[in-house]
């Protein structure tokens, strides 16, 4: 079916971390109608291999596209850094004509602007930071800038498994920014779409000098203009609606989404992946 200005824009993360993306776009594309797919049955995807991560995003955006998406937002920088081209690739190969828009690439973008001292610092998991594609981006984007990564294992888990504020979150704040500040760096980019969750310990840490980057303002603005682009922005002047799939227990989803999201979740449906599925059951 050929994308047209009605259908929806779909967003996709490993779980509710995508929804800080969705939410810069629920206020700057308001007319747009929103599908966000959570895999919450195979997160986390920051341990997971690049191999791994190709086929995840692959299967998932395939079935966005199959259910009418207009454009494709991969709303998880792990998957972003591993399979942005892959994705490309793939649609052109099916000749699907779909715009796919990563994180990593307007993050990179944002931080560059924002550093003055040219020493920016990056946050992220560890399959993001093995990638190498932020360090790609910077350089892309100013090769001058120094980019200090430092792999977080536990972060998006502490955040996704429903953020308790407490004294071991603050702690492993505290080890992850470490040196960061011993490098001195101005900027930080919040490389996994769960962190802007935890924005307020992260700037206490970091100190008031410090700028938090995070793609999503920069995502909507892309998505505006490849939307704008291919004449597929909805003309409606009505609020655009939102919903949601899962690959995991939808109840858990819809709590700690609508804690996060800050709105009403309202439809929320399971969606059995193939791949999940047959990992589940070999796991079982
Ligand atoms: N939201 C994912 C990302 O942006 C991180 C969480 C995970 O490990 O799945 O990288």
Redesign the pocket.
Known sequence: MPPSPEHPVAVF???V??LTVLHELLVSLPAEDYLYLGDTAR?????RTQDELRAFAIEIADHLVQTGAKLVVV??????AAAMPALERHFEDASIQIDVIG?LRPAAQLAVVASHTGRVGLL??P??VASGEYARAIAAADPHVHLESVACPDL??II?GGFPFDQQVVDTVREYCAPLLTAGVDTVIL????YPLCAPILQRTLGRGVTLVSAGAGVARSVERALAARDLLNPQTREGDYRFQCTGDVESFRALGTRFLQMPLGDVTHHELSSAAAAQAVGA
């Open positions: 993360d490993s779980g971390g995508g997160f986390p995807y920051g341990d709303a998880c920088n792990s998957a972003s994180v992220a998991t399959a993001t998006a888990r996704q490389g996994s779409t769960h």
